[in-house]
């Protein structure tokens, strides 16, 4: 058997002014969050960099934050050729080399924190603690 939930406002124009500014910056607070996890993501691939490629593990870069319409994203990137070859793998001196897809390890955990994270971020500015001006 469902139950339903009864929600008491006590003051509901206060409540439509917090969900007006919400809505005005929540793209603002999307993009400094998304931002965050970026950087986040690219210090985890380097946790699972080898330590015979220690200056690729200060190697990785995040782009800035593109929006187009209701999509945001982020490029998370290693300049360095050879970090392709150990991330995906390679045929290099006739032997197959296994990828270690550090990269694909840190999305993973990055994908199971991220509600999380973005839970908390909502929370903080619904209270109004935190917003896209912080």
């Given at each position: 058997?469902?139950?339903?939930?009864?929600?008491?406002v006590d003051d509901p124009e206060n409540l439509r002014k917090r969900l007006k500014d919400l809505e005005k910056e929540w793209p603002a607070l999307m993009g400094r969050v998304l931002?965050?996890?970026?950087?986040?993501l690219a210090a985890m691939a380097a946790e699972h960099t080898p330590p015979l490629w220690a200056g690729s593990r200060r190697g990785w870069k995040t782009g800035p934050v593109k929006t187009g319409g209701a999509l945001m994203s982020v490029d998370v990137y290693h300049p360095d050729p050879a970090a392709?070859?150990?991330?995906?793998?390679s045929r290099d001196g006739g032997g197959?080399?296994?990828g270690r897809f550090r990269l694909a390890l840190a999305m993973?955990?990055?994908?199971?924190?991220?509600?999380?994270?973005?839970?908390q971020a909502l929370d903080a500015m619904l209270s109004g603690k935190g917003g896209a001006g912080r």
């Open positions: 058997m469902s139950v339903m939930g009864a929600i008491t931002a965050e996890e970026a950087g986040k392709a070859k150990l991330e995906y793998g197959r080399q296994q993973s955990r990055l994908e199971r924190e991220w509600p999380a994270t973005l839970g």
